[in-house]
C-alpha cells in the first residue's frame, strides 16, 4: 500500500495517515524507553517515505488556488506578527518604569525578535524571487 507506480490521491491519503499514526507510535515508544535517537531518525525516514509517495502520485495533490491562499496568509501573518510585536516592544520599552528592568528586557527581546521575523522573511522572499526571475 506504501509504494504504489500510480497512486490515487484516496490511496494517497490512507498511506500518509498510516505513515503519520506509524511514526507517532514508534517515535512515542522510542521517548518513553529513553532512546531519543530514534526519533528523529523515524522522522526522517517517514519524511522520505512521504516523499516517495507523493512522487508516485498520479494526480495533482495541491492546486494553484491553495498556494495561492497559502502565500496570502503567511504574508498577512508576517505583518500582523511584526506589527504587534512591534507595538508590545515600543510600549514595553518606553512605558516602563526603572524599576521594573524585566519589562525593560522583554521590550528589547521582541524588538530583536521582530527584527529577525523581518529578515528571514526578506532573505526568503529575495532567494524566492530570484529563482522566479
Same mark, same amino acid.
Given at each position: 500500500?506504501? /509504494?504504489?507506480?500510480?497512486?490515487?490521491?484516496?490511496? /494517497?491519503?490512507? #498511506?500518509?495517515?498510516?505513515?503519520?499514526?506509524?511514526? #507517532?507510535?514508534?517515535?512515542? =515508544?522510542a521517548?518513553? =524507553?529513553?532512546?531519543? +535517537?530514534?526519533?528523529?531518525? &523515524? *522522522?526522517?525516514i517517514?519524511?522520505?517515505? %512521504?516523499?516517495?509517495?507523493? %512522487?508516485?502520485?498520479?494526480?495533482?495533490?495541491? @492546486?494553484?488556488?491553495?498556494q495561492?491562499?497559502?502565500?496570502? #496568509? #503567511?504574508r498577512? &501573518?508576517?505583518n500582523?506578527?511584526? +506589527?504587534?510585536?512591534?507595538?508590545?516592544?515600543?510600549?514595553? *520599552? !518606553?512605558?516602563t518604569?526603572?524599576?521594573?528592568?524585566?519589562?525593560y528586557?522583554l521590550?528589547i $527581546?521582541?524588538s530583536? &525578535? &521582530?527584527?529577525? *521575523?523581518?529578515a528571514?522573511y526578506? $532573505? !526568503? /522572499?529575495?532567494?524566492? =524571487?530570484? @529563482?522566479?526571475?
Amino acid at each position: 500500500m506504501f /509504494y504504489n507506480a500510480s497512486m490515487t490521491g484516496k490511496s /494517497y491519503n490512507k #498511506a500518509r495517515v498510516i505513515l503519520s499514526i506509524l511514526i #507517532a507510535v514508534i517515535a512515542s =515508544n522510542a521517548v518513553v =524507553n529513553g532512546n531519543l +535517537i530514534i526519533v528523529p531518525i &523515524t *522522522i526522517l525516514i517517514g519524511l522520505l517515505i %512521504k516523499r516517495l509517495l507523493v %512522487k508516485h502520485t498520479k494526480e495533482v495533490l495541491e @492546486d494553484e488556488r491553495n498556494q495561492l491562499v497559502g502565500l496570502k #496568509a #503567511a504574508r498577512i &501573518t508576517v505583518n500582523i506578527v511584526s +506589527i504587534v510585536l512591534m507595538s508590545i516592544s515600543f510600549l514595553l *520599552i !518606553s512605558l516602563t518604569e526603572p524599576s521594573h528592568v524585566y519589562l525593560y528586557n522583554l521590550g528589547i $527581546v521582541l524588538s530583536y &525578535t &521582530t527584527v529577525f *521575523i523581518l529578515a528571514v522573511y526578506s $532573505v !526568503s /522572499y529575495w532567494f524566492i =524571487n530570484k @529563482d522566479f526571475s
